[in-house]
């Protein structure tokens, strides 16, 4: 079984007396451990897509089941501790609380569990451990560059050992040499067992994942490989990569 499993999904607005389709029945399969990019131009739905994978919307039509649970038709509440339990979050401006150090920006998502002060430091530090910045524990975030923060970003994400990331635009912000340097951090945690999406508009970020989701006028234009249809390899990043296979859409 897949870990989530994408059954005929729309997701329709109505505006002004028109019906405005962002999702068009979408079908998709996510294996566990799966590094994978969502790709596509502004409106095209991918961030559409997300939300509603990440259980901060809910479709208007399909099912949806992540990790043997059926999310379509779950409360505020149930999506709320889905999304504390089984998913982490990156963003492309960090999203960082200025005010607190790193590790209390990593230990926020342990407070909303109940999780006691003390647990909340070690797992805290684990995880920015994982991301090599236990030594800015103490930092804020105006004192870290960029790629700092994302790393700082990624391990908040991390810290309630989430099935699955989703990382928004990730390197929007960063350099690329920097930018090369997240992306290899997010194959590390994939190669640890956690799924890994990350929604992008760049060609190149899309060509360094292993497979590649494409979405286009709220429809998947394309699900294969990267290394299919002529996708080729990122000019700018590198990556091991498995063998090439097609997924159906």
Same mark, same amino acid.
């Given at each position: 079984?897949?870990?989530?499993?994408?059954?005929?999904?729309?997701?329709?607005?109505?505006?002004?007396?028109?019906?405005?389709?962002?999702?068009?029945?979408?079908?998709?399969?996510?294996?566990?451990?799966?590094?994978?990019?969502?790709?596509?131009?502004?409106?095209?739905?991918?961030?559409?897509?997300?939300?509603?994978?990440?259980?901060?919307?809910?479709?208007?039509?399909?099912?949806?089941?992540?990790?043997?649970?059926?999310?379509?038709?779950?409360?505020?509440?149930?999506?709320?501790?889905?999304?504390?339990?089984?998913?982490?979050?990156?963003?492309?401006?960090?999203?960082?609380?200025?005010?607190?150090?790193?590790?209390?920006?990593? %230990?926020?998502? !342990?407070?909303?569990?109940?999780?006691? $002060?003390? /647990?909340? &430091?070690?797992? *805290? =530090?684990?995880?920015?451990?994982?991301?090599?910045?236990?030594?800015?524990?103490?930092?804020?975030?105006?004192?870290?560059?960029?790629?700092?923060?994302?790393?700082?970003?990624?391990?908040?994400?991390?810290?309630?050992?989430?099935?699955?990331?989703?990382?928004?635009?990730?390197?929007?912000?960063?350099?690329?040499?920097?930018? %090369?340097?997240? !992306?290899?951090?997010?194959?590390?945690? $994939?190669? /640890?067992? &956690?799924?890994? *999406? =990350?929604?992008?508009?760049?060609?190149?970020?899309?060509?360094?994942?292993?497979?590649?989701?494409?979405?286009?006028?709220?429809?998947?234009?394309?699900?294969?490989?990267?290394?299919?249809?002529?996708?080729?390899?990122?000019?700018?990043?590198?990556?091991?990569?498995?063998?090439?296979?097609?997924?159906?859409?």
């Amino acid at each position: 079984m897949a870990l989530i499993e994408v059954r005929n999904v729309s997701k329709i607005y109505h505006l002004g007396g028109e019906e405005i389709r962002a999702l068009d029945d979408v079908s998709v399969d996510i294996d566990g451990g799966e590094f994978i990019s969502i790709i596509g131009p502004s409106g095209s739905g991918k961030s559409t897509l997300m939300h509603i994978l990440g259980c901060l919307d809910s479709p208007s039509k399909g099912t949806i089941r992540l990790d043997g649970t059926m999310i379509e038709h779950a409360s505020e509440r149930e999506l709320a501790g889905i999304r504390n339990r089984k998913i982490g979050f990156v963003f492309q401006f960090f999203n960082l609380l200025p005010k607190l150090t790193v590790l209390q920006n990593v %230990e926020l998502p !342990l407070i909303y569990t109940g999780v006691s $002060s003390r /647990e909340r &430091r070690e797992r *805290a =530090l684990q995880a920015l451990k994982l991301v090599d910045m236990e030594n800015r524990a103490k930092h804020r975030p105006m004192q870290l560059s960029g790629g700092q923060q994302q790393r700082t970003a990624i391990a908040r994400a991390l810290v309630n050992d989430p099935k699955i990331v989703f990382a928004d635009e990730p390197t929007g912000t960063l350099d690329s040499h920097t930018g %090369e340097t997240i !992306l290899q951090l997010f194959y590390k945690i $994939s190669e /640890e067992g &956690r799924t890994v *999406a =990350l929604v992008t508009h760049d060609p190149e970020i899309a060509a360094f994942t292993p497979r590649r989701i494409e979405i286009r006028d709220g429809k998947i234009a394309r699900n294969v490989d990267s290394k299919l249809a002529g996708l080729g390899t990122s000019p700018r990043f590198s990556i091991p990569r498995p063998s090439a296979t097609q997924h159906p859409s």
